[in-house]
């Protein structure tokens, strides 16, 4: 327990201080009920994210097999990326940045994210990223065109639907997250304080579709890795928690890593964060395979950053639950209010 201060005076400047500190954090997004899990299980059962994926894999294979940042893999997976967005309604906007790249003498690299945004109050932005790149090594198809396809597969959904976001959803397509995280680093040393603060969360999709993989979701409150977001991420952690539950999906949770994943930017900007995982090099646990069935002691994703991340690479099942989760999540906040 935290030691009381002796005096009135002291508890007025902690109050002070509180008071000021209260308004960066306390008016975070509550989420909105009234979006139905298993509606958007049965809806996200059809579409076509496996349709991403081949598209992924063909750009891979007419660009030297991989889709890294500053290659023309990247660009054609970019024109991809914006093509299904134009056609869905949408008017996306690459922003620039440069990286230092690999190789002895490590020169500038330029490279981009793509950005595309919903209607909908600015003030509470929602913004649901993954990276678009692949490592060089390999075409990078659960890692990470999963997550991208599943992102695609909202915004489409979203237009589709008729969904009408209260707050402004914004969809980013990161550059450079293998190299170290570079595009969503860029964009969050971008925005103002002003603009920090109209930042109501973050939800991150790294790899959706390992073949051997287990649905899970980050550990927002710490409470079973000790690496707690900021305040608003435990809120994230039972969105989540709650469509799993209520589709009888076994799931679990996942730490949040430094240097992991995008949401590391945004974490450390004081943004509330979480998002999805099915899993990389750890072996599968026995009581895993009783959860979700596959191999034990195989890896989640054997390919993981391999030339065999290819289209064979996938579980098109889990893909369409982490697709669905990452759906309700996204349409619980933009319609909740502040709070
Ligand atoms: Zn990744």
Redesign the pocket.
Known sequence: MMKRPGTAAAAAILLAISLVLSGCTASRLNPAGGVDPRALLAEFSGRGMVGHLEALQRIADDNGGNRASGTSGYEASARYVEEQLRAAGYTPVRQTFSFRGEGRNRKQVESFNILADTAGDAGNTVVVGG?LDSVREGPGIN??GSGVAAMLEIARWMKDSGFSPANRVRFAFWGA??DDLDGSRHYVDELSADEVRRTALYLNV??AASPNGVRSFHDGDGSDFGEAGPKGSQEIEEVFFRFFESNSLPAETTPFVDGD?DYEPFLRAGIPGGGLFTGEVESKTKAQVQAYGGVAGKKLDPCYHKACDTISNINADLLKEMSAALAYATATYALASRG
């Open positions: 990276h890692d990470n997250e293998e790294d790899m994943s």
